[in-house]
């Protein structure tokens, strides 16, 4: 079985700096897709960014961009200009390509906070 | 497109009682998602529909729970005898089926039902 690790509770950045959250996880498939969700406050998960594990280049996405190593099974999240709306809870996740096995697997999650 | 949306929002509830949950998806996706996460925790799964067949149930879904997907569209997750360790944050997702564009391994959440037992 997958999983996924997030080592970072918790981490705080000031507003405009760089943050990078922490990801690894465990699998034998050699082909899957990858995830950041974001959490805010009493408010829904909304997509990040994902990855697909085939693709050798690292995904952006304006001020998120993630830093995929496949062979260390890493996948870190990279937040630049940080801002007082990054603020919440980020999840990293797993999903696999085989048909059938579509649920997605968290870690547990680091909550981030902006420091105006 | 209106987004993934949850009814009640909150829930309380005493023990033993029956509760139930319904989830509307995204229209034109025809695959369902039913997480459970509890405070400070990332979502587990539950279970997962495509269309109105329930393709995967976790060993987290005991005898108490039931989810529905009748007519392939909005679904129902039923507790049955709540117990307090069912309080946790009940999220439903959907995704587009294989074959429908760059997103099809994309799952949008909807904003959840928070369950309370006492």
């Known amino acids: 079985a997958q999983t996924v690790t997030q080592s970072q509770p918790e981490m705080s950045v000031q507003e405009a700096e760089t943050v990078t959250l922490s990801c690894t996880y465990d699998?034998?498939?050699?082909?899957?897709?990858l995830f950041w969700y974001k959490q805010p406050p009493s408010r829904q998960m909304i997509l990040v960014i994902r990855q697909e594990a085939y693709k050798q280049q690292n995904a952006t996405e304006n001020r998120f961009s993630v830093n995929f190593q496949k062979a260390a099974k890493s996948f870190s999240l990279k937040i630049s200009d940080s801002q007082l709306g990054d603020a919440a809870m980020y999840f990293c996740?797993?999903?696999?390509?085989?048909?059938?096995?579509?649920?997605?697997?968290f870690g547990q999650g680091t909550r981030l906070t902006i420091n105006p | 497109d209106t987004g993934v949306s949850q009814d009640p929002r909150h829930k309380i509830t005493k023990r033993g009682q029956n509760v139930t949950f319904r989830c509307d998806p995204i229209?034109?996706?025809?695959?369902l998602y039913w997480y459970r996460q509890t405070l400070g925790q990332g979502p587990e799964f539950l279970t997962y529909?495509?269309?109105?067949?329930?393709?995967?149930k976790s060993r987290l879904l005991s005898d108490r729970f039931s989810a529905e997907r009748p007519k392939g569209s909005f679904s129902t997750l039923e507790i049955q005898r709540t117990e307090q360790g069912d309080s946790a944050m009940y999220l439903c997702a959907s995704s587009p089926e294989f074959g429908q564009g760059p997103f099809q391994e994309t799952q949008y959440f909807g904003p959840g039902t928070r369950l309370l037992v006492l």
């Open positions: 699998t034998s498939e050699s082909d899957y897709y």
């Open positions: 529909f495509q269309n109105e067949a329930q393709l995967e």
């Open positions: 996740a797993y999903r696999s390509v085989i048909q059938g096995a579509q649920k997605l697997v």
């Open positions: 229209s034109e996706h025809n695959r």
